[in-house]
């Protein structure tokens, strides 16, 4: 059975940086991607990455800032999400997020992922 298992997150200083993983145990398909769902927002779609191609696509406020990447030198692929230059409002709990196929363009919206973690939180501190 998939299974997506977040881990990274910790409380940074604005300016800090964190490296979230992601170990994705018994999938081998296209599309995974890190979601984040702030103090009462909606869940936003962050960064994704087509595993085959390596095409990723960042929502806007995080572009310059954070590098989505994978490793798949092992038997469990692993889903990274580098963030430099933490701001407050980066806070939130982070998960990824997989499927085999998702629609062009879709990339970060959370209703095409079928499979989630359980996130990690982060937190920034001004």
């Known amino acids: 059975q998939l299974s997506l298992v977040e881990s990274g997150g910790g409380s940074v200083q604005a300016g800090g940086s964190l490296r979230l993983s992601c170990a994705a145990f018994?999938?081998?398909?296209?599309?995974m991607a890190w979601f984040r769902q702030g103090p009462g927002k909606e869940r936003e779609g962050v960064a994704a990455?087509?595993?085959?191609?390596?095409?990723?696509?960042?929502t806007d406020s995080v572009k310059g800032r954070f590098t989505i990447s994978q490793d798949n030198a092992g038997s469990t692929p692993y889903l990274y999400l580098r963030m430099d230059s933490l701001k407050p409002e980066d806070t939130a709990m982070y998960s990824c997020a997989a499927d085999w196929t998702v629609t062009v363009g879709r990339q970060l919206d959370p209703t095409e992922y079928k499979y989630w973690g359980q996130g990690t939180q982060v937190t920034v501190s001004s």
């Open positions: 990455l087509d595993r085959l191609t390596g095409g990723s696509v960042y």
């Open positions: 018994r999938y081998n398909g296209r599309y």
